[in-house]
């Protein structure tokens, strides 16, 4: 099955690592993609180097003098088509993205329906890069703004959406006149060369190239380039806290801009005044879907006093349910970790766990067959756990109980992290409470919806270590393109502002 899915994809055995809608003859060390599900090779990619990497570059940056100048309705019809491509490849590419990163099929045609609606949107937003426009304190003055192309976008994403969240930047960046490079995770370097091809497609249709552009290479050899590249305006990248604070550090040094979509240790509130049926579904998704590996995976829960015995032996019965195998089983409620070191950092956290006073109340181990399988667990906590202040990319829910919503919210924010949050209630106070400026402290705040799976039409991004970044929809655009205030002076006199005068 796999080989006749890497044909379809325009995927060989041994794949090269660089486009700029050709492929360079790159020579790097050989990147082998492993299945999670059972360990063994899928296909092999050459990674880039520095001058692959250079190449790339002077593509994407050529490229950009003219796409910029392609008005941005056409610019959206292009990314139409991208979206129509995706369309056709839907169930391909859903399929690689769970064999190559391992979440279960309906996750992994999610996936790519996620990046079909932001080309949706994107087209949308072709038409509308609105500026305002300012009433003049000087006669006969107009004032107004623009909104211009930036230039080459450097685009870092992680192995755990390793197509959506390149939809989500380049979608929006090319009607915005942007060209791009993208460096993807180096545990998914094949959904990539996918995507590149399918990107390909339909610029070899247009007579474009350059526009999307992609290097698969080491963080020290391409990373490193990228982030201090003076000719990337802005770096949107998606991955850890420490990651991203070294980004923060290189790029801001050279006073560029950064988008960072970075680490979350999400909660769920179950109040007394909850659905607990509606809370229990919620939460399965949220800690057990993807195995944990979202960012917006919910990670700590919560719970009343009043109805914590309940709902926790619910979630206990619901994990015990829980169908774990191959990815691309369509039994299969949770797929594997990415790799061993996954596997190994979730035991560490669950040692420390242990250490800290914690109490598994389910699962809590690996199993014992090839892949990186592990058990969705449920630990009881205590919010002054030090473990429970990190994100460990994995399924472990830690479970708190509380005694009242000010109790619940001051634990619920005394975290480092700030992605997404919700509440499930049938109390309007206590959602309106969650939501007001002394509730949550999350980008994402949610009533009766969980924490994970949010739609693209919303700005995506969350505050404190998290990094402040907005992605996706909304006016997120904005980030992708330079403004412009101009005045116009139509008239015959020079008047100055704040009545200045300056005559000889
Ligand atoms: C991520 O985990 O980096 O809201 C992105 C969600 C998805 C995107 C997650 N739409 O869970």
Not at 428 to 434: G, S, V
Request: some cysteine; hydrophobic content about 40%.
């Amino acid at each position: 099955m796999s080989a006749d899915l890497l044909q379809k994809l325009g995927l060989e055995s041994t794949n090269h690592g660089a486009c700029t809608g050709t492929w360079l003859e790159t020579s790097g060390k050989e990147l082998v993609s492993l299945n999670p599900s059972n360990g063994e090779p899928i296909a092999r990619v050459k990674q880039a180097e520095a001058e692959d990497y250079e190449k790339v570059m002077q593509q994407a940056t050529a490229a950009f003098e003219t796409w910029r100048m392609m008005p941005a309705p056409q610019r959206g019809e292009i990314v139409r088509q991208l979206g129509d491509e995706l369309r056709a490849n839907k169930d391909a590419l859903g399929r690689l993205v769970s064999l190559e990163m391992g979440k279960v099929l309906t996750e992994g045609l999610g996936e790519v329906q996620e990046m079909i609606d932001i080309c949706d949107f994107a087209v949308g937003l072709s038409r509308q890069l609105y500026g305002l426009s300012m009433h003049s304190e000087r006669g006969q003055h107009r004032m107004y703004e623009q909104w211009h192309p930036l230039g080459v976008i450097g685009i870092v994403t992680a192995f755990n959406f390793p197509v959506a969240v390149w939809a989500w930047n380049v979608a929006i960046a090319a009607v915005c006149g942007d060209t791009m490079v993208w460096k993807p995770s180096s545990k998914t370097p094949l959904t990539a060369v996918a995507v590149q091809n399918i990107a390909n497609r339909v610029m070899e249709r247009n007579g474009l190239s350059g526009i999307f552009n992609l290097v698969i290479g080491r963080g020290a050899e391409v990373g490193e380039r990228m982030l201090a590249d003076r000719r990337l305006p802005l770096i949107s990248a998606t991955g850890s806290c420490r990651m991203g604070r070294r980004i923060a550090t290189v790029v801001g040094e050279r006073l560029a801009r950064t988008l960072l979509e970075l680490g979350g240790n999400n909660a769920v509130i179950v109040s007394e005044h909850a659905n607990l049926d509606l809370a229990l579904r919620a939460v399965l998704f949220g800690a057990v879907g993807t195995a944990g590996q979202r960012c917006t995976s919910t990670r700590r829960l919560l719970l009343h006093k009043s109805i914590a015995k309940e709902f926790t032996e619910k979630l206990v019965r619901a994990y015990g349910n829980v169908v774990i195998g191959d990815a691309l089983d369509e039994n299969t409620l949770m797929g594997p970790l990415v790799d061993d070191a996954a596997v190994g950092d979730m035991m560490a956290a669950l040692e420390q766990v242990a250490a800290q006073g914690g109490e598994v109340l389910h699962g809590g181990g690996k199993l014992d067959r090839p892949g990186n399988f592990v058990e969705p667990t449920l630990v009881k906590a205590r919010a002054d756990m030090e473990i429970v202040q990190e994100e460990t990319f994995a399924p472990i829910l830690y479970i708190i109980e509380y005694d009242d919503l000010d109790e619940a919210l001051k634990m619920h924010n005394d975290v480092p992290q700030g992605l997404s949050s919700s509440i499930f209630t049938q109390n309007l106070i206590e959602a309106e409470t969650f939501l007001s400026h002394r509730g949550s402290d999350c980008g994402i705040a949610n009533v009766n919806v969980g924490t994970s799976g949010a739609e693209i039409g919303g700005a995506f991004g969350g505050e404190k270590e998290t990094g402040g970044g907005r992605e996706s929809g909304s006016d997120s655009w904005k980030i992708y393109m330079r403004r412009q205030t101009n005045t116009i002076n139509w008239g015959a006199e020079m008047p100055l502002a704040q009545g200045v005068k300056f005559d000889v």
